[in-house]
């Protein structure tokens, strides 16, 4: 489940846009976040940590999860759920528009593995060859 920790110029509504792209989709952030968040006047202080949910059944998933300070029990129960997917994207090791609708996650990451793995083919084979030349 996507996260975010919140800046001193975030509100909702530019949550909304930022995630969703429609600044009328703040209330999908709101649903998710009722154990720390009343209503939409509810200030967002610096460093508490938000839920960002997919969908509307997401949202709905995590209404009764409360906060302590700065979101430790939220974050827990969030590395617990998580699948591998969203760990590597909260730890940004790929991009968030992977989440576009219709994309097929398993295949961009099947995709970004073969890259990899070819990338350090290539530097092998780059260094298997340095060698060469340097004993012959």
Not at 12 to 40: C, K, Q, T
Not at 59 to 78: C, L, M, P
Not at 97 to 108: L, M, N, T
């Amino acid at each position: 489940m996507p996260t975010h920790r919140v800046d001193r110029a975030d509100d909702l509504w530019s949550l909304a846009d930022r995630y969703y792209g429609d600044r009328s989709a703040w209330r999908l952030i709101l649903e998710a976040n009722r154990g720390v968040l009343r209503d939409e006047n509810t200030p967002l202080r610096p460093g508490l940590l938000l839920i960002i949910p997919l969908n509307a059944e997401d949202a709905a998933g995590w209404s009764d999860v409360t906060d302590d300070e700065y979101g430790v029990e939220r974050e827990q129960r969030i590395n617990v759920e998580a699948d591998p997917y969203e760990e590597l994207l909260r730890l940004g090791f790929i991009d968030e528009d992977v989440r576009k609708p219709g994309a097929d996650r398993r295949q961009r990451l099947k995709l970004w593995g073969a890259l990899i793995a070819s990338a350090l083919l290539l530097i092998i084979l780059l260094l298997c060859g340095a060698v060469a030349l340097f004993q012959g």
